[in-house]
């Protein structure tokens, strides 16, 4: 009876004693080239995510805390002077003075050619349409930078840890081939090393996922607002006087 209590107590010390080769410390102390390629790219995708995560979210907080105000404000200026100067007063990075601003540009570019061979090929109408689309299509690829990143992280990582995962499973038949035992001690320290690759390579996938889904959903209320705004400064622009009901606009949720 004894002899088996002593044969369990020790059964149950080679256990923990292999158990401990699963942790991340032995991981990193057995890591081949293969591993620490791995290791270190998910590293990269985790960080350089984050840093897309969180300067998206500011970004977007800015824009969507500041539209409302910045529409309502040029539309209640009586002066379009006026107006002028406030969207010029304004940041670098807030798209929607950028997007008045070159409206207001074009409108007076083609007022100063009156008589120009451009303005007999484009009408004032045209001309400020033009300007306005390739100010709303700027504005819009601004919002999409990291979001490329983000995708790609969010699709790629999970199998990047997979290829650790693969290579752990591999280490351990390797080492049940040389030992000829397939005790947990011969394979704690592989199949630990390829779990811990499965879970850092979600770890990495599942916040970019969320991330790139939220900012997607973000930016498409943005866009449209960049439409209706867009759209209603042609309108002001092209016709000199504003149209009925353009502005100014309820928020939108």
């Known amino acids: 009876m004894a002899a088996a209590t002593d044969i369990a107590a020790s059964g149950s010390a080679s256990n923990a004693a292999a158990f401990q080769q699963m942790g991340f410390d032995h991981l990193l102390g057995q890591l081949d080239w293969v591993g620490w390629v791995v290791l270190v790219t998910l590293v990269i995708m985790s960080i350089v995510s984050w840093v897309y995560t969180v300067m998206n979210a500011i970004r977007n907080t800015q824009i969507t805390g500041r539209m409302e105000k910045m529409i309502r404000t040029f539309w209640e200026t009586p002066s379009a002077g006026d107006a002028v100067r406030f969207m010029e007063e304004q940041p670098k990075s ?24 451009l303005v007999e090929a484009l009408n004032r109408s045209e001309f400020i349409d033009r300007a306005l689309r390739q100010a709303v ?33 591999y280490h351990a038949l390797i080492a049940i081939g040389a030992s000829g035992d397939a ?3 011969v394979v704690a320290g592989p199949v630990g090393e390829a779990l811990i690759m499965t879970a850092i390579g979600l770890f990495v996938a599942i916040p970019a996922v969320l991330a790139y889904n939220f900012f997607t959903r973000s930016n498409r209320k943005i866009y449209a607002r ?20 353009a502005a100014p606009k309820a928020a939108k949720k």
């Open 94 to 117: 807030e798209p929607f003075s950028k997007i008045a601003l070159d409206c207001a540009s074009a409108a007076a570019h083609h007022q100063r050619h009156e008589g120009s061979r």
């Open 137 to 169: 299509t700027r504005e819009s690829s601004k919002l999409e930078n990291g979001l490329t990143w983000l995708a790609t992280t969010g699709s790629s990582a999970p199998f990047v840890g997979l290829l650790g995962t693969v290579w752990g499973i």
């Open 183 to 185: 005790s947990i001690d």
């Open 226 to 245: 960049f439409d209706e705004f867009a759209h209603d400064l042609h309108d002001f622009f092209a016709t000199g006087s504003r149209v009925e009901g």
